[in-house]
């Protein structure tokens, strides 16, 4: 299995700032996913994160919005820009395990002022 | 519209009870389907992972069916415990999509003394 850690787990924030989220993994991963959970509603995955190479992102989602780093195999970032209350979500990183697992981070929780 | 949808949205139950979750989905063709369990400030932790070729899965308390021909799947908790409380997400995997799991909207399974 893996363990993931994020930072911060929480925080509130004012309209128009940025927020970098860290993920941390124990081991070396290929890919990593983060992933939205906006409340009561499903995970919607946000990109895809290789190391060595620009982040794939899904269909609602842009890079100047949320941009990505994945420095090496064991951590990325997610920055969320320009904030507005809207962006209130849990934040989630991923990775794939052996035999078609995955593993979820503790998720970090942000509130937009 | 969502691919995966859950009912019930939430349930309560006494202590010591079962229940059963249900899980619709019109993802097609799929490689497996998990459910997840999600404790109030954590990421999900897989419970089960089933092939598009398995009916059943079981890991300890928790019992996952899966009917492929009418695209239902279900978790049953059996003698349930207070620390059952959680949300519990049912995901499906596509087939020519890895990375791209369809979440549901998951239920909230409150357990109480």
């Known amino acids: 299995s893996a363990v993931i850690s994020q930072k911060p787990s929480r925080d509130i924030c004012q309209r128009g700032t940025s927020l970098t989220i860290q993920c941390q993994v124990d081991?070396?991963?290929?890919?990593m996913f983060w992933y939205r959970q906006q409340p009561g509603q499903s995970l919607t995955l946000i990109a895809t994160?290789?190391?060595?190479?620009?982040?794939?992102?899904e269909s609602g989602f842009v890079i100047d919005k949320f941009p990505i780093s994945r420095p090496n195999l064991t951590f990325s970032t997610l920055t969320v820009s320009n904030m507005s209350p809207e962006d209130s979500s849990i934040y989630l990183c991923?990775?794939?395990?052996?035999?078609?697992?995955?593993?979820f981070g503790p998720g970090t929780r942000l509130t937009v002022l | 519209k969502n691919q995966v949808e859950q009912s019930p949205q939430s349930l309560i139950i006494l202590e010591g009870k079962n229940c059963t979750l249900q899980?619709?989905?019109?993802?097609?063709?799929?490689?497996?389907l998990r459910w997840y369990k999600q404790d109030t400030g954590r990421g999900p932790v897989s419970l089960t992972i089933?092939?598009?070729?398995?009916n059943t899965k079981s890991n300890g308390r928790y019992t996952a069916t899966l009917d492929a021909d009418t695209k239902q799947s279900s978790l049953h908790i059996t003698a349930s415990q207070l620390s059952d409380s959680a949300s519990y997400i049912c995901?499906?995997?596509?087939?020519?999509?890895?990375?791209?799991?369809?979440f549901g909207a998951g239920t909230q399974v409150v357990v109480t003394p």
């Open positions: 991923s990775v794939d395990g052996a035999y078609n697992e995955q593993f």
């Open positions: 081991s070396q991963v290929t890919m």
């Open positions: 994160a290789n190391q060595g190479s620009e982040a794939t992102y």
């Open positions: 899980c619709n989905y019109t993802v097609s063709p799929f490689s497996n």
């Open positions: 089933m092939t598009f070729s398995e």
């Open positions: 995901v499906v995997i596509p087939t020519d999509s890895w990375g791209k799991f369809q």
